[in-house]
């Protein structure tokens, strides 16, 4: 299966217009990008496996991850060639860690939240 775009739609904000298409990719992960109305790529944005993380990242994020807990998902951005991954980490203990690495591996942002299970339904 090659990659397939499912949907464009023009943006306006600020009165730029960013034009965002969503690609399927092979495997069943996706790929969003965005571009400017004079087709600079801005942003991509993409599902990857913690194998296709770098290498510093995928080493961060298994110091991470405890016994018993695994990693839930993983989205990389590119901006500007800056590359950060968003790991989602659940752990049995009811609250998921949701980080932010550097390509470099370093930590840029880091929050606690309840487990998708542990959230009211009110």
Do not use: N
Not at 13 to 27: F, H, K, N, Q, S
Not at 90 to 107: M, W
């Amino acid at each position: 299966m090659r990659e397939r775009a499912t949907g464009i739609e023009a943006v306006t904000i600020d009165g730029r217009t960013i034009y965002v298409a969503e690609v399927d990719l092979p495997g069943g992960g996706d790929r969003r990008i965005q571009v400017s109305e004079t087709g600079t790529l801005l942003k991509t944005r993409e599902d990857i496996r913690l194998a296709d993380a770098p290498a510093a990242v995928e080493e961060a994020v298994k110091k991470l991850v405890p016994a018993g807990g695994y990693v839930d998902h993983i989205d990389k951005t590119t901006v500007e060639g800056k590359v950060t991954c968003e790991v989602e980490i659940d752990r049995l203990s009811g609250r998921d860690l949701k980080v932010v690495f550097a390509a470099e591996g370093a930590i840029v942002s880091q929050k606690e939240e309840l487990a998708d299970e542990d959230r009211c339904a009110c």
